[in-house]
């Protein structure tokens, strides 16, 4: 029986017409680095405020990435908890009125609008509600001539009730911070992502020891998984870690999307 390389899957977060630029940027480095094939993890509508289909020049871009290998995945719709600025309220009301605090737990709150600065969009929607966004997002990526196997939720947060919409709508995968999962089966792979936070210094600093010492112990792990983000191309020292550990990476294992991956879970 053939012995299969151990799988490097590289994504990119965040990916719209607010973040081309930038996206295209980090592609190229990729691409230089060893790396031609990533799963591209979209925003239908990044922040309410770039509706990817109004932008032509941005799902024909799309459709050049998914034919040049790269793996298109639904990202959220927005990307951000509640349905615009006005109706996501604020932490510090809740806090100081408590019989608001019925409709989402602080705890919840503190998830979505602190760990995430707002953006842990699927976290604790309804199924009816995340039912909603994924059938809206995935009719705007048939029309873009798009078709994704897998949904990812911002933030890596998605609830239980969102989960179950997320297999209703018919995608085969879905990824959170520590595990990879088939839908279909419901087979969950241990593996924790790679990821950078780079809001503030001392965040950018943790960073890059955690993450050194993360590639460290997952050298065995049959999955390694590395998430990108566009702000992390804004600093010397993230990007310049990200590239060593993608040459270390690519010295023993195999590039692949996560479409790529799913089918030889399958396979085996």
């Not at 809001?199 to 390694?224: D, F, I, K, Q, V």
């Amino acid at each position: 029986m053939q012995t299969l390389r151990p799988v490097f899957v590289l994504s990119i977060h965040d990916v719209s017409p607010l973040t081309r630029d930038r996206v295209e940027e980090m592609l190229a480095d990729l691409a230089r680095a060893g790396v031609g094939r990533t799963s591209l993890l979209v925003i239908p509508n990044h922040h309410h405020k770039a509706p990817m289909l109004e932008d032509e020049s941005f799902c024909r871009w799309l459709r050049d990435q998914a034919a040049g290998g790269h793996e298109m995945v639904l990202h959220g719709y927005y990307h951000m908890r509640g349905t615009g600025e006005a109706a996501s309220g604020s932490l510090r009301e809740e806090i100081e009125r408590p019989e608001a605090a019925s409709t989402m737990a602080l705890r919840d709150r503190l998830i979505t609008e602190v760990y995430t600065a707002g953006e842990g969009e699927f976290y604790n929607l309804s199924e009816a509600e995340a039912s909603g966004r994924l059938e809206q997002g995935l009719a705007e990526f048939r029309q873009a001539s798009l078709a994704p196997k897998g949904f990812i939720a911002p933030a890596w947060l998605l609830g239980l009730e969102a989960e179950r919409a997320v297999k209703k709508a018919g995608l085969a995968y879905t990824t959170r911070l520590k595990t990879f999962k088939d839908l279909d089966s419901g087979r969950e792979i241990p593996s924790q992502s790679l990821v950078w936070s780079v809001r503030a210094a001392w965040r950018r600093l943790a960073s890059l020891a955690w993450n050194a010492s993360l590639a460290r112990r997952l050298r065995g792990n049959p999955l390694l998984r590395v998430g990108l983000h566009p702000p992390d191309w804004d600093h010397p020292a993230i990007r310049r870690q990200i590239l060593q550990l993608i040459a270390a990476a690519l010295a023993g294992r195999e590039v692949m999307t996560y479409e790529d991956w799913l089918s030889r879970v399958r396979a085996r």
